[in-house]
């Protein structure tokens, strides 16, 4: 079985099929998601069908929280929100029901699936750092959990100690545990504008990622399109 590990795709339908043939040529035969599959961009109900169609190994990630549920969106960072607004007018009752049900965390055959941190998923907290890193490996059961939000792949091992950074590939070994990064499909904040995920081939052991050239140009123009901020299509081209 090799998966692929998609996450943080928000609303990026040019970036999302991308990678889904770039997946498809790599021999991918799973799915699975670590979440936020709307936000920010403008193709929210195509991008949540495509994720339904390959998978129901999803969570649920922040903005999939706020896009299905009424609560009010104080301490949201007034960009995201507008667009929170906008996305939940996109989606029909139905899909809005798919992302509330969404679990926080799952475990699938020897790895799990988290948006933020396994500490306390639903505070929403970013893993930068070994001691971020570190609160989760005290809640993380299998060898491996993979998780987004940062929109930023690093990989933290912990062995004797814990050890973290970018990565390229990572070789799952037996006694170590894993908590990976995969990089975000939709809206990469790493410097590269490149669509990013992973792929986890569970015979070999290894974890590679992966960074895929889409069409900016046309993401950007749906941006200005459906009136959404200019700064969400200006920040896809910085990968930002
Ligand atoms: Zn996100």
Redesign the pocket.
Known sequence: MKYAILG?I?SNWEALTAVLADAERRGVTDYACVG?VV?YNADPAACLEAVRERTALTVR???DHYCSNSEDLDGFHPLAADVVAWTRGQLSEEQVAYLHGLPYSRTVRGFTLVHSTLDAPERWGYVYDKLEAEANFNYQRTAVCFF??T?VPLAFERAAEIDGGPYATVRVQLGRRYFINVG?VG?PRDGDPRAAYATYDMASGMVELHRVAYDIGAAQQKIRDAGLPARLAVRLAAGS
């Open positions: 943080d928000h936020d936000g990630g922040n903005h987004g939000h929109h975000s809206q």
